[in-house]
Nanobody, 124 residues
Framework: QVQLVEDGGGLVQAGDSLRLSCAAS????????MAWFRQAPGKEREFVAS????????TVTDSEKGRFTVSRDSAKNTLYLQIDTLKPDDTAVYYC?????????????????WGHGTQVTVSS
């Protein structure tokens, strides 16, 4: 089992930056990929970014390249998501997810472990 706990959300203004964190614990050696998803009110959950944990290869959804940066602190087993120039459309619950299988994926259904999410609200 892998436990994931997100932190760093809050109420911010458009144009601000924010860094979300996701602390992993448990059988973290089994994790191959970690990812961020988000779900805005009334919308489906969508992929944001992922990190190939063992190879430090990152993937960011095309629509947010340049504003979103995913990184990690391997010593702390923590995944980060830096969001710059926040927009009201970024308002969502941001979830961290982990996948043990070697193949990367942008599909939420392919991730076995999920955190409870952290709310990000961007005011205009």
């Amino acid at each position: 089992q892998v436990q994931l706990v997100e932190d760093g959300g809050g109420l911010v203004q458009a144009g601000d930056s924010l860094r979300l964190s996701c602390a992993a614990s448990g059988h973290t050696l089994s994790v191959n990929h970690m990812a961020w998803f988000r779900q805005a009110p009334g919308k489906e959950r969508e992929f944001v970014a992922s990190l190939f944990w063992s190879q430090l290869s990152e993937t960011v959804t095309d629509s947010e390249k340049g504003r979103f940066t995913v990184s990690r602190d391997s010593a702390k087993n923590t995944l980060y998501l830096q969001i710059d120039t926040l927009k009201p459309d970024d308002t969502a619950v941001y979830y961290c997810a982990a996948r043990t299988y070697p193949r990367p994926s942008r599909q939420g259904a392919d991730y076995q472990y999920w955190g409870h999410g952290t709310q990000v609200t961007v005011s205009s």
